[in-house]
């Protein structure tokens, strides 16, 4: 892969700094309050990480070189969770979810309105868990006319037969998508436990007291039940 060309850095006229496209400044701040929304982020959170990026200038002055923010390019904000996977994750996978907070084409970009993702993890299983349903009562019911209505055995044995797997595919999509839904818990339950233990060491910090946390003392909030209109399962 070929290299970009090299440029010498330009010199202000008017304040003697030295500018290049290629200067910049990072700035990581710490935000307290307000209950932030965040991308992928199913909490509301008190304490974030905002990253900025920034056009920057070089003086030389008492034999130091002195740099100097300019115009922000973007500002990111993110989790405590996703600020210690982004640190901790260095090329790996596809990147951290970040939420974009102000960019060189928008001041302030819309936020985001809080919307958990395990709200659609649960959403998915109950439709996983109705299709199987209808799908092991539509054998069920077939098994049952075949039965009562002496269609012959071999209308029985088909009958049964889509009954079984009917039931065996039940088992397998079942065990997905508890799966996933597990994941989601403890996805939730990292990014909880990353805030709190975070909240506590600032408060270490900043006073000096002794305190702990169990990280196994938190878990995941209970989850909603089934829907409450699905109908008694069909008896043979």
């Known amino acids: 892969m070929s290299s970009r060309p090299a440029q010498e850095p330009a010199v202000d006229a008017e304040r003697g700094d030295e500018i290049h496209p290629a200067f910049g400044v990072a700035v990581v701040t710490r935000r307290s309050g307000g209950g932030r929304s965040l991308f992928q982020s199913d909490l509301l959170h008190n304490e974030t990480i905002s990253l900025s990026i920034h056009e920057a200038t070089r003086k030389r002055d008492l034999n130091h070189d002195w740099v100097q923010p300019g115009r922000e390019l973007v500002e990111i904000e993110m989790s405590l969770a996703q600020w210690g996977s982004l640190v901790s994750s260095m090329g790996l996978g596809s990147g951290v ?114 305190l702990s946390i169990e990280a196994s003392s938190f878990d995941a909030p209970a989850l909603p039940g089934p829907a409450t209109d699905r109908e008694e399962p069909f008896d043979a």
């Open 97 to 210: 979810p970040v939420t974009i907070r102000r960019s060189e084409h928008d001041a302030f970009v819309p936020g985001i309105s809080h919307q958990p993702r395990t709200a659609e993890s649960l959403r998915e299983v109950r439709e996983v868990t109705d299709r199987m349903y209808a799908r092991v009562k539509a054998a069920t019911t077939a098994l049952h006319e075949a039965i009562h209505e002496k269609t012959g055995v071999r209308a029985i044995k088909e009958a049964l037969n889509a009954l079984e797997h009917a039931v065996a595919d039940a088992g397998s999509n079942a065990q997905f998508t508890v799966d996933s839904l597990v994941e989601a818990g403890e996805q939730v339950v990292a990014q909880a436990r990353a805030d709190i233990e975070a909240h506590v060491l600032e408060v270490v910090r900043l006073t000096g007291a002794e």
